[in-house]
């Protein structure tokens, strides 16, 4: 079937109409929305979707927004949108979709993911924690690190070795972990910041059913790529306007107290300015070709770009505020739920930015990828491709 | 309006124009024998490229016998020409001159870029070619109130290939924009060796030389600025072009050389260094696009978008041709290989038409950050 725009606005009226968002509670109105398939609707009927085309939403969050009706805060959930709902939605039974999609967006239900390791970061695919199989259920035992809202997280997207005797991208198979079964512990990961965004996760004997499983026994890395694809895809990709990102923080700064400006800031800063603008434009050109349907490969060189441009720009800052720069505002570990480089100061900007290139991929693995698959130069040599996993140098 | 950074299929077109006929008469081996010849510049080509293929007139209009095209049709032919390190007179006169006789706006500006257009003539801005936009030209020349011309202009860029001076002097009531032949009475024209072989430059001495005004105090200056403005531009796309040929050569001959036993692009210290260079020529492309479509548009946020380009893709084409010497090894140090000649191009790029230092002194005013003190 295909919907058109105005279709869809008499849908979003007759939602309306029978919830009012003046007079409904937020998570009745968020969960009406999902059951008029308005709440992703590219995502098939009775899932929360219409089975239309994807940048049709734009229509339908524009007339909700127009009545401010409340939305599903998809920052603070936005691994479960971004990253365990395709992966869901491609690999998921329908029985799993039924039961885990319509929380998963009206935020009910928050969702970590449980895949870095202490000894598995850029090599993922070595990851170490072991799934055993023990009648309907896996039995799951390791340490997973790096984990953004596992705090306030019900459901996880897990991934575990199932076979330790294949090369290691084999045995992989992939889970959703229940947060509150026993023998899973949160701890958190305290950062250079002082705050800790993240989380170490224990899991002991935890138990998970084998109804919980998504995708075949041993085929979890192949669904491990549909949730990291739309990670990458999630990365730098909003439109900024002219000095929007760091480098306007710097910039006004420098603006508004003459007295910090030397020589050699003047040049550096301006060297920065030129490389922001520059990264921006070429934002938008990836913007303008996707619009095209024609992606080209500089997707991959954006983070990059960004990146070593926000740790740059940050220091500069830093070392521009002199006295200031001496200062921090807090140290005190606290518990954010979304990363705001700007709500604080410059020296956390400048320790915050330093995840920029190890968080999502390194500089160096993107490094590796643009080399290999843009310029068509020779893979690493990867020695341990055809080794059973037991058998690993660690 | 934001630009528009994408290439139309009407650039796309004239760029398979523009490489087809150079991949056939613009070897490097053709190019680098041209250096050391009496006629630095292909003569024969760049008739072709004007007058068949229609460059030499992309920003003139139609009226005036041009093509009607817009900087972004230049920058497009610039990207190419750039590629090969073409020996054409394509900035100097198609770019520089024409813009200043198309600002000029007077019945024999007109007249004079007609003929430009249609590929009868090749001219040249009689400015140093390292002067920025906003550099003062019009004091060291002077002319009478007949239009005799005196004084000397030093390193104008395709000056040797020229029939025709468009020159900035001073005359009796201000700055006044003259044209004179190249072998008129009283102009001569000196070669240095150039740095960059490809693109000679002449000092010019006018002693008497006879000459034709035709733009007056109420154009002129405005004129050479637009051209100034418009080379800064569009040089960007030279760069980008120069910079991605580089990068292209660098990359195909690390897929066959080999050493130790494996091919030299195998080694991840190289390719960590192509990744980078590819992602600052990806950022130079956005910059050179947005620069020639802001001038295209006549956008209010020219002058910044210019300056941005410039001082990020002069310094991305002198890396781009460093590592293609370097990545090269021994080979690349030779005079056989083609690598020096973009090289020197590259280098002698940075500084014309406002080193990146310059330009970003300019944008420190543009966008209000002040220097110190």
């Known amino acids: 079937m295909t919907v058109t725009p105005e279709e869809l606005r008499e849908r979003v009226r007759a939602l309306l109409a029978s919830h009012d968002p003046a007079a409904t509670g937020r998570l009745d109105f968020l969960r009406a929305r999902f059951d008029a398939g308005l709440a992703w609707v590219h995502y098939p009927q009775g899932l929360g979707g219409l089975g239309a085309p994807r940048a049709l939403q734009g229509v339908v969050d524009a007339e909700l927004a127009a009545v401010a009706a409340p939305d599903n805060e998809p920052r603070r959930i936005g691994i479960g949108l971004g990253m365990a709902a395709p992966t869901v939605l491609r690999y998921g039974t329908e029985e799993q979709k039924t039961r885990f999609l319509r929380p998963l967006w009206t935020g009910e239900e928050v969702w970590c993911q449980l895949f870095s390791e202490p000894g598995a970061g850029s090599d993922l695919a070595g990851l170490r924690t072991r799934a055993v199989r023990d009648g309907d259920d896996w039995i799951v035992t390791g340490q997973k690190v790096w984990t953004s809202n596992a705090h306030n997280a019900r459901w996880a997207i897990l991934i575990a070795r199932t076979d330790p005797d294949v090369p290691k991208h084999q045995g992989i198979t992939y889970f959703v972990c229940d947060m509150t079964a026993p023998g899973v512990e949160v701890r958190p990961l305290r950062q250079i910041t002082g705050e800790a965004e993240f989380n170490e996760v224990f899991l002991t004997d935890v138990r998970i059913p084998d109804a919980h499983r998504l995708g075949e026994v041993g085929d979890g890395w192949r669904v491990a790529q549909t949730t990291l694809m739309n990670e990458r895809v999630a990365i730098g990709g909003t439109a900024l306007p002219r000095e929007g990102g760091m480098i306007g923080t710097v910039a006004a700064t420098w603006r508004e107290r003459p007295e910090l400006r030397t020589p050699d800031l003047h040049d550096r800063l301006l060297r920065l300015w030129v490389e922001a603008e520059v990264t921006r434009l070429t934002g938008e050109r990836l913007r303008q070709q996707l619009a095209l349907g024609a992606p080209g490969p500089e997707g991959s060189g954006m983070k990059l770009a960004f990146a070593s441009l926000n740790q740059r720009i940050s220091g500069l800052e830093v070392e521009l505020l002199g006295e200031d720069g001496l200062r921090y505002g807090d140290w005190t570990m606290t518990r954010p739920e979304i990363v705001d480089f700007y709500g604080r100061d410059a020296g956390y900007r400048y320790l915050r930015a330093k995840g920029n290139s190890i968080e999502g991929g390194t500089s160096e693995i993107l490094r590796n990828i643009i080399s290999e698959r843009v310029l068509g130069l020779p893979s690493e040599p990867r020695t341990d491709k055809d080794v059973p996993w037991k058998d690993l140098p660690r | ?373």
């Open chain 2, 1 to 373: 309006m934001s630009a528009d950074l994408l290439y139309s299929d009407v650039e796309n077109d004239l760029r398979a124009a523009v490489r087809g006929l150079l991949a056939d008469r613009c070897a490097p081996a053709d190019v680098l024998a041209r250096c050391e010849d009496d006629e630095p510049y292909d003569a024969a080509l760049w008739r072709t490229l004007a007058r068949e293929v229609g460059v030499a007139g992309l920003l003139v209009p139609e009226k005036l016998g041009g093509q009607g095209a817009s900087a972004r049709e230049a920058a497009v032919v610039l990207e190419e020409l750039g590629s090969f390190v073409a020996p054409v007179p394509f900035l100097g006169s198609a770019v520089l001159a024409t813009t200043a006789l198309l600002a000029a706006g007077t019945t024999e500006a007109d007249a004079a870029v007609a003929g430009l257009a249609e590929g009868e003539r090749t001219a040249a801005l009689a400015v140093p070619l390292p002067s920025a936009p906003g550099a003062e030209v019009f004091a060291g020349l002077r002319a009478d109130a007949d239009g005799v011309l005196g004084g000397r202009v030093t390193s104008v860029a395709d000056a040797t290939a020229a029939d025709v001076l468009i020159v900035p002097a001073t005359g009796p009531d201000g700055p006044g924009l003259y044209e004179v032949r190249t072998d008129a009475p009283g102009v001569a024209l000196s070669v240095p060796v150039p740095l960059d072989l490809t693109r000679p430059i002449a000092d010019v001495a006018f002693d008497g030389a006879a000459a034709r005004r035709i733009a007056g105090p109420a154009t002129a200056a405005a004129a050479v600025e637009r051209a100034l403005l418009t080379g800064a531009g569009l040089l960007a796309s030279e760069q980008l072009g120069l910079a991605q040929r580089c990068l292209d050569e660098t990359v195909a001959y690390l897929k066959e050389r080999h050493q130790f036993g494996r091919v030299v692009g195998s080694f991840q210290s190289l390719k960590h260094r192509l990744a980078d260079l590819w992602l600052e020529i990806v950022q130079a492309r956005a910059a050179a696009r947005n620069a020639a479509d802001a001038l295209a548009r006549d956008s209010a946020d020219a002058p910044v978008a210019i300056a941005v380009a410039q001082a990020f893709c002069a310094p991305v084409a002198v890396r781009a041709a460093e590592e293609c010497v370097q990545l090269h090894g021994g080979i690349g140090m030779t005079w056989e290989h083609p690598a020096h000649l973009r090289l020197k191009r590259a280098k002698a790029d940075e500084i014309a038409l406002g080193t990146p230092g310059r330009h970003r002194a300019a944008l420190a005013a543009l966008v209000e950050l002040p220097a110190a003190g």
